[in-house]
């Protein structure tokens, strides 16, 4: 059975960095053709794509988001942690991590996402 | 960057009706094109990939077409179930993912 969880801080002020962990369980990263990907999404807005790694440790990022963007994995403990610098409240949204298996090639399994709210 | 442009912004039908929702890429994207269905309250949940297969789980109501630029979601008879907001998303290539707006699907 395939679980992701994101964690982390629920509210951060403005110019400080984001860091959040996706927890997951029922496959590896160290698989060949698993990814796992960084979605987010502002209060009653469409969904955004950020970043995303894979198996082999190749990093993608959005290209709006890039120089504020790091994501970077843990295979022995089945992490995934996306950080962000400079947050500003426009960066206030629901944040989701997301399996990727090359066989599908897209989001397969979601987790339940985790509110952030960037305010002083 | 590639943009996705999903119309209708809102559709309004009622149960038994036959949804049809649009996805426009600005270029193309071959099959690389995914459709999303989200409930208020949650995460998105994958119901087409390379734009015309079913993911596990998903009814045989629900199909995809089109290549290219051109896509459609097509739900031939809804269900209380599906109303919900459907996101089209791409990925031309590895490097580079988007969403479309999302198309609301609401009971008339």
């Known amino acids: 059975q395939v679980t992701l969880r994101e964690s982390g801080p629920a509210l951060v002020k403005p110019t400080q960095t984001l860091t959040l962990t996706c927890t997951f369980s029922?496959?590896?990263?160290?698989?060949?053709?698993?990814?796992v990907s960084w979605i987010r999404q502002p209060p009653g807005k469409a969904l955004e794509w950020l970043a995303l790694?894979?198996?082999?440790?190749?990093?993608y990022y959005s290209t709006s988001l890039k120089t504020r963007l790091t994501i970077s994995k843990d295979t022995s403990k089945n992490q995934v942690v996306l950080t962000m610098t400079n947050m500003d409240p426009v960066d206030t949204a629901t944040y989701y991590c997301a399996r990727i298996q090359s066989t599908i090639g897209f989001l397969d399994y979601w987790g339940q996402g985790t509110l952030v709210t960037v305010s002083s | 960057e590639i943009v996705l442009t999903q119309s209708p912004a809102t559709l309004s039908l009622s149960p038994g009706e036959r949804a049809t929702l649009s996805c426009r890429a600005s270029q193309s994207v071959s099959s690389y094109l995914a459709w999303y269905q989200q409930k208020p309250g949650q995460a998105p949940r994958l119901l087409i990939y390379?734009?015309?297969n079913r993911a596990t789980g998903i009814p045989a109501r629900f199909s995809g077409s089109g290549s290219g630029t051109d896509f459609t979601l097509t739900i031939s008879s809804l269900e209380p179930e599906d109303f919900a907001v459907y996101y089209c998303q791409q990925r031309s290539n590895w490097a580079t993912w988007t969403f479309g707006q999302g198309t609301k699907v609401e009971i008339k």
């Open positions: 790694i894979d198996w082999d440790d190749d990093k």
């Open positions: 029922g496959f590896s990263l160290s698989t060949s053709g698993m990814c």
């Open positions: 390379d734009a015309s």
